[in-house]
């Protein structure tokens, strides 16, 4: 579904990834981990499209298309959807219309009827149970006045309503504590398929207990350094980095 | 690739074009011999034309005020026709009697003023350069009492009303402009709604500037009196020109007890091309009083044309208990610049003054708010709401804020909040990456910024506010 071959990027002058090559099938779950500075969230950036960043290297074939030439609505509409790290707020602009306008671009691009607000409505009930939110956010500003957990359920809500075939999640596990983090693996748990696959990248192996992966890799300086089965985010737990990452970008 | 600067793409002016229907102008250049001829051509009675001359001659002695924030070449008075009129000469009783080049025009401009605008309930009163054209649905509103006529028609019909109000909220003293227009005013609307009653529909004037060179100067009278309330909508086009065309309006509104005025602009003048040339100078003085105990006047406006936008709709909270409303979303782009806000004097016990300012700035736009909160000393209790917020697009632009507050009375209250703000990349980013397109994803951004303001404004024009708001800053963010 997903092939990146040696893809390179950078920010401004700063080179970030350094030729991260990675295959990713339908009804898997791939975990990104590494140190700080690593280029985990940068990656999942690049393939989202986000332009604060350009592509210097490498390919991103995503189901036989060339996904780094397409702009980021084109992508989303694909079917390829980044919860955020750090999610904006948008004054005035209420999450209703926000997430109708979305899901409606995104059904037109697919040649599908738009729904009406009441249409809209219903089908937001039972996403809304999902990540355990109430109605009443639907008429708040997006993001506005919400809490750090408030705004990562509001991004796995987005993920429901959106219902991607590629989901990365970008340290969606940060500034959560415990019983948030239960509520938005569960929410990912639960939109798993077999024809949809997820991109986990986050910092702690706490995460993956509830989000269980098919495979994890660990970046460093910019390059896959190691990959392995769940096993390996346990050993990274128990010994930290260091034994995979040697300082000036060598591999071990 | 960083910020991915886009290219500037500037949507042509959808209206830049001119009706070729003969305009029978007068020379260039004003002295006493321009402000007889007008009279003369319009058969006004001679309290009009003394009027008239009595402005005139003020206005000679005035010196162009230059304390705004805006730069423009200095205007040569003396180059500019003062009076444009269609060569239609009988008066037209019904649309179907419009020149059909005139009917093709407003067709253009998308004015239906068929049976469809009827449907919607809005009655029309159509000016084109400075001679009003047609009146519909006067039938109705005469059933009602209701007057809604050209100002020329008003002069005609009903004197004793017009002499009564006219310049008894803006004196042809008031301001150098305001003493321009006294004196060379071409026509307007005027409307009188009688008491108790209510105007079931919203009233509404479309107008563009048409010969080269032509002034624009409309005067509107729009009285309510005890206990009635009228909405009035404002929206106007006009065609692109190299030459810079003048534009200063007056408009008075009378609110006696009880009454309400709600008074709507949707305004989009040509701005000038993407190197700032041509355009519209809008130099407009538009002030209401609310002269009767709870009267309430309110002014809301979107303003996104003109190269250069000078105005402060006003009201002056006469009678206790008034209120007195603005609204406002200005954007200035390319190279357009704005010094708009407004003026509310608080003269009355327990009056109520809210003021929302949204200026928007893209490319090199130069956007300043200037308002003023006056509490005069009888003002007990007397109550002010500020908010004027600011959105920068693009690292070009410009927003000034110059808030004026001055308070004589002790137990008077103000709120003055302040905000700006920059639309990033990052909140496009967050809504295309949802699928949303990015030229949506500016417009929902900017009308969540606009939302206070567009919920003030009769559904028909909020829909064409938010269009417009949309074309005019396509291709801005980046």
């Not at chain 1, 708040?140 to 509001?154: I, L, P, T, W």
């Not at chain 2, 067709?107 to 084109?128: P, T, Y």
Request: proline share 4%.
């Amino acid at each position: 579904m997903l092939e990146i071959t040696d893809l390179q990027a950078k920010a401004g002058n700063r080179e970030i990834l350094r030729g991260i090559t990675l295959t990713v099938e339908p009804g898997e779950v791939h975990a990104i981990m590494g140190p700080n500075g690593s280029g985990k969230s940068t990656l999942a950036q690049v393939l989202a499209g986000n332009p604060a960043y350009e592509v210097t290297g490498g390919s991103a074939i995503y189901d036989g298309k060339d996904l780094l030439a397409m702009p980021p609505e084109e992508r989303a509409q694909a079917g390829v959807f980044l919860a955020f790290q750090y999610p904006v707020e948008i004054p005035g602009v209420s999450n209703a219309y926000f997430l109708r306008t979305a899901f409606n671009a995104i059904r037109q691009s697919r040649g599908e009827d738009e729904v009406d607000p009441i249409e809209f409505l219903d089908y937001m009930e039972k996403k809304l149970e999902l990540v355990d939110m109430d109605v009443e956010m639907l008429s708040r500003s997006v993001n506005m006045g919400f809490s750090g957990g408030e705004k990562k359920r509001n991004e796995i809500l987005q993920m429901a309503v959106l219902e991607p075939r590629l989901a990365l999640l970008d340290e969606t596990d940060s500034g959560l504590d415990i019983d948030a983090l239960r509520i938005v693996a569960n929410g990912v748990n639960a939109l798993k398929r077999p024809d949809n696959a997820t991109i986990v990248v986050t910092h702690y192996q706490r995460l993956l207990n509830y989000i269980v992966p098919d495979y994890v890799h660990v970046l460093a300086h910019g390059r896959i350094v190691k990959s392995g089965d769940k096993g390996l985010a346990l050993e990274l737990e128990a010994k930290g980095y260091d034994w995979l990452v040697e300082p000036q970008g060598a591999v071990a | 690739m960083g910020g991915s600067i886009e290219t500037l793409v500037n949507r042509e002016y959808q209206y830049g074009f001119v009706t070729d229907i003969e305009a029978e102008t007068i020379p260039r250049g004003l002295d006493e011999q321009t402000v007889r001829l007008i009279s003369a051509k319009k058969n006004e009675p001679q309290w009009l034309l003394d009027w008239r001359l009595k402005a005139l001659a003020r206005w000679t002695t005035m010196k162009e005020p230059h304390w705004s924030n805006v730069k423009y070449e200095p205007i040569n008075y003396q180059d500019v026709i003062y009076f444009s009129a269609p060569k239609t000469a009988k008066k037209l009783g019904s649309l179907d009697d419009v020149d059909p080049k005139l009917r093709e025009m407003y067709g253009k401009l998308g004015i239906s003023l068929s049976e469809q605008k009827r449907l919607n309930n809005v009655a029309v009163d159509v000016v084109m350069d400075s001679v009003s054209v047609g009146t519909s649905f006067k039938a109705e509103l005469n059933k009602l009492g209701i007057i809604f006529c050209s100002f020329g028609e008003a002069v005609r019909e009903h004197p004793d009303l017009v002499r009564k109000y006219l310049g008894s909220v803006v004196p042809h003293s008031d301001n150098f402009f305001a003493a321009l227009n006294s004196a060379v005013f071409s026509d307007g609307s005027f409307c009188y709604v009688p008491k108790g009653v209510r105007c079931p529909m919203e009233l509404s004037t479309y107008f563009r500037i048409n010969a080269e060179g032509t002034g624009q100067f409309e005067r509107t009278l729009i009285i309510a009196d005890e206990g009635a309330y009228v909405s009035y909508l404002e929206g106007c086009t006009a065609p692109k020109r190299d030459t810079n065309q003048l534009h200063a309006a007056v408009v008075e509104l009378i609110a006696l007890k009880d009454a309400t005025i709600k008074y709507s602009t949707v305004q989009n003048w040509f701005a000038g091309d993407e190197n700032g040339e041509g355009g519209i100078f809008n130099f407009v003085t538009k002030r209401g009083k609310c002269a009767g105990e709870n009267s309430k006047i309110s002014w809301t406006q979107v303003e996104t044309g003109s190269a250069i936008t000078w105005k402060y709709p006003s009201v002056i909270l006469q009678g206790d208990n008034s209120v007195g409303e603005f609204y406002s979303v200005a954007v200035v782009n390319n190279h357009q610049q704005a010094d708009t806000g407004t003026k509310m004097t608080h003269i009355g016990r327990n009056t109520r003054s809210t003021i929302v300012s949204k200026g928007i700035s893209a490319g090199q736009g130069n956007n300043s708010y200037r308002g003023q909160v006056k509490m005069m000393p009888k003002a007990a209790n007397a109550r002010n709401y500020t908010q004027c917020d600011s959105m920068l697009i693009g690292n070009r632009c410009g927003a000034h804020t110059f808030p004026y507050i001055e308070v004589q009375n002790p137990t008077a209250t103000l709120e003055h909040e302040a905000s700006t703000s920059k639309i990033g990349e990052d909140q496009i980013f967050y809504l295309t990456q949802r699928g949303i397109s990015r030229e949506n994803a500016v417009s929902m951004i900017v009308a969540g910024f606009c939302k206070d303001v567009f919920k003030e404004l009769p559904m028909e024009f909020a829909l064409e506010a938010q269009q417009l708001l949309g074309i005019t800053l396509e291709g801005s963010v980046g």
